[in-house]
């Protein structure tokens, strides 16, 4: 089951090179995994098959961190420190990084500075989600390398939850450390650990099991391209983050995968005039700063978008293509005017991004096709947008009711207006008639605002569940349209939100 490094490659009939093990860096060593089942979880390969017993096990999807480890990798010629929760996170995909667990810390019997830190300021209470804060910040302490805040340290903590709610001694540990420069072994390895890396980058593609079940990891798009024309009943994984959950919450047994996390050609964010290009594996964390440039709203979604972990594992891609009603991208590339390219094959078809989702758990994609990119434009001069996230929790929450908005303004006046809502129907979907009605609408007159707030319930019978009731969906939806319309007029975001007023409220207002 594991063994150490032992090149084995052979040629697959794609012609490609092929290799039938995973490899990864183990606390300084090349190891080599084979015979694994297809959807086993990193978790459960530390705990079960390893036996590193640090990293804990609490919700199992996602959402409380105490199974954080993290996974360093080359990411555009740099060296990153990911963390991730192992819980949902499947063994495959650490092909080709670096993986850093609890256990690693201590350098010979001497504990880490966040581990010092956390024990001497009491940080750690049950010690059960002590392991996942520490890499957490462990992670925090190698990326901002000194940068940082107690703002910065509460959303890098967004996903670890402390049952005993001991936050302010670890926040204040964390602020401690995290504010001098990375000064560890892993620091001081740093230049080795890359090269290390780099020597796991074979280009080849990875092919676990036999035609009945795999688990695959294709290196280019040709290659997935051709995989999936051949297994169109396999399950794509791209971040995991959804399909995780399939595995240890519906025990779904998935007997074919293809994680498509390590295809080059999906990983590339272009900037040009027409707007930005992403790359279906594009991290929500890496996709973070070019669309949070196209507006504030847009990047403050993102920072509510899951955790730090969901974020640095979750793609755009994984976003688009879960077709779920209540993704937090799709309404407000909805209301950018997004399009997505979609592959099959050799065949390359692009198409409007509203127009994917045809119905609830229904998209737009034939067997063997992927997403493949996402064209997402800037916002031309005299456009403006709003997008709102409405949840019970600030952070790390599914979205109630998401609402997006793109108005063209002209001398005080609305133009062509672009409005998306999730949460509001099976699918993220356009508000037509709200879009309609405000056509016209002048700015200066907020008693034609009402008209087209009440059209929301001419375009949604939203439903009753766990998040929000049917009344309270369409009560805060013509709301939104309402508060959209008053920022716009000018009034200041400081008075119209209770907390997260737009970051650049006072360069866009
Ligand atoms: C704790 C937690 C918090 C979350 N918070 C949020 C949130 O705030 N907002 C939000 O919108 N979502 C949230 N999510 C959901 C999830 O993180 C996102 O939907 C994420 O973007 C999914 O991306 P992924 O790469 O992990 O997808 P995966 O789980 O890998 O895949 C999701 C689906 O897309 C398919 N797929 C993936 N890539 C492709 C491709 N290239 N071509 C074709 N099919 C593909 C898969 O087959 C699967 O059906 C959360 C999830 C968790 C666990
Ligand atoms: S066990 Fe809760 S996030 Fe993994
Ligand atoms: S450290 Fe476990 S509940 Fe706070």
């Known amino acids: 089951m594991l063994e150490e490094d032992a090149p084995d490659r052979r040629e697959f009939e794609t012609g490609e090179m092929t290799r039938s093990a995973l490899q990864f860096i183990r606390s300084g060593r090349r190891m080599r995994v084979e015979r694994f089942s297809p959807r086993m979880t990193l978790l459960d390969w530390l705990r079960l098959e390893e036996r590193s017993t640090g990293t804990k096990e609490g919700c199992a999807e996602g959402d409380c961190g105490a199974c954080a480890v993290v996974v360093a990798r080359e990411r555009d010629g740099v060296l990153v420190h990911e963390p991730v929760n192992a819980c949902i996170t499947l063994l495959g995909q650490i092909d080709g990084g670096e993986l850093i ?127 999936y024309m051949r297994h169109p009943d396999a399950t794509i994984v791209a971040g995991a983050t959804d399909v995780g959950l399939w595995i240890t919450k519906k025990l779904t047994p998935l007997e074919k995968i293809i994680h498509v996390g390590r295809v080059a050609e999906l990983a590339v964010i272009e900037d040009s005039a027409k707007g930005y290009a992403f790359g279906a594996i594009v991290s929500l964390a890496r996709a973070m700063p070019a669309l949070g440039a196209i507006d504030p709203d847009v990047a403050e979604v993102l920072r509510r978008f899951g955790s730090i972990q969901v974020r640095a594992s979750g793609t755009v891609g994984g976003n688009i293509a879960n077709g779920s009603p209540i993704g937090d991208l799709a309404p407000m590339l909805i209301a950018l005017n997004a399009t997505l390219e979609l592959r099959r094959g050799d065949e390359v078809r692009e198409i409007p991004l509203e127009s994917f989702f045809l119905d609830y758990g229904k998209q737009d994609r034939r067997p063997g096709e992927f997403v493949r990119r996402l064209v997402v434009p800037k916002l031309p001069a005299g456009r403006h947008f709003r997008a709102y996230k409405i949840t019970k929790r600030p952070d790390e929450d599914i979205s109630a009711v998401l609402a997006a908005f793109c108005l063209q303004v002209e001398g005080g006046t609305i133009g062509e207006a672009r409005v998306a809502f999730g949460g509001m129907a099976g699918i993220p979907k356009r508000a037509k008639t709200v879009e309609e009605e405000l056509r016209g609408v002048s700015l200066a007159d907020p008693s034609g605002w009402r008209a087209a707030a009440a059209a929301v319930d001419k375009d949604f019978t939203p439903l009753t569940d766990l998040r929000a009731s049917a009344g309270y969906r369409s009560r805060v939806a013509g709301n939104l349209v309402v508060k959209a319309l008053a920022e716009i007029a000018g009034v200041s975001s400081q008075v119209t939100r209770v907390a997260d007023h737009r970051m650049l409220a006072h360069a866009a207002e």
């Open 101 to 227: 667990t609890v256990e690693d810390l201590a350098e010979n019997g001497v504990l880490h500075p966040i581990q010092e830190a956390m024990a001497r300021q009491h940080g750690s209470q049950c010690g059960f989600c002590t392991p996942g804060i520490v890499m957490s910040l462990f992670a925090h302490y190698h990326q901002r390398d000194g940068e940082t805040s107690r703002d910065a340290i509460n959303d890098a903590l967004a996903g670890n939850l402390c049952r005993c709610t001991g936050y302010r001694p670890i926040v204040d540990s964390a602020l401690e450390v995290c504010k001098t420069g990375a000064d560890d072994q892993f620091a001081r390895k740093a230049a080795a650990r890359l090269q290390a890396l780099r020597t796991l980058d074979d280009k080849a593609d990875v092919f676990v099991g036999d035609e009945a079940s795999f688990f695959a990891a294709p290196a280019s798009e040709s290659s997935l391209a051709q995989l």
